[in-house]
Nanobody, 130 residues
Framework: QVQLVESGGGLVQPGGSLRLSCVGS????????VGWVREAPGQLREGVSC???????????YYSDSVKGRFAITRDNAKNTVYLQMKNLKPEDTGHYYC????????????????????WGQGTDITVSS
């Protein structure tokens, strides 16, 4: 049974940092392009950061313009885990963040542009507010 468990969200002040974790079970995350997708009220679903498989076939990690330079996505295949390090958080980063593993979109950029993954977890909430 495929399961995704996202964690690390919370309430943080503007300028603060958080690290999200996505632990997969029931499948091998190494075989997937994985993204972090954000949903916020009144906003379109956004693929904010996506990472290809470790052999590089899926291109470089991709970041949406809204998070470029502030977020970093990494993976630890031995732990079946993908991380999202977030710094200099802004109020507009507030939202529900989902881990999104995928085998069909293609590159990391493809997944972020069209975030329709194979699986969805429950996600984790981030609120950036003073």
């Amino acid at each position: 049974q495929v399961q995704l468990v996202e964690s690390g969200g919370g309430l943080v002040q503007p300028g603060g940092s958080l690290r999200l974790s996505c632990v997969g079970s029931g499948f091998t995350i190494e075989d997937y392009v994985v993204g972090w997708v954000r949903e916020a009220p009144g906003q379109l679903r956004e693929g904010v950061s996506c990472i290809g498989r470790s052999d590089g076939r899926d291109g470089r990690p991709y970041y949406s313009d809204s998070v470029k330079g502030r977020f970093a996505i990494t993976r630890d295949n031995a732990k079946n885990t993908v991380y999202l390090q977030m710094k200099n958080l802004k109020p507009e980063d507030t939202g529900h963040y989902y881990c999104a593993p995928d085998t069909l979109r293609g590159t990391a950029q493809d997944l972020c542009i069209q975030p329709i993954p194979d699986y969805w977890g429950q996600g984790t909430d981030i609120t950036v507010s003073s």
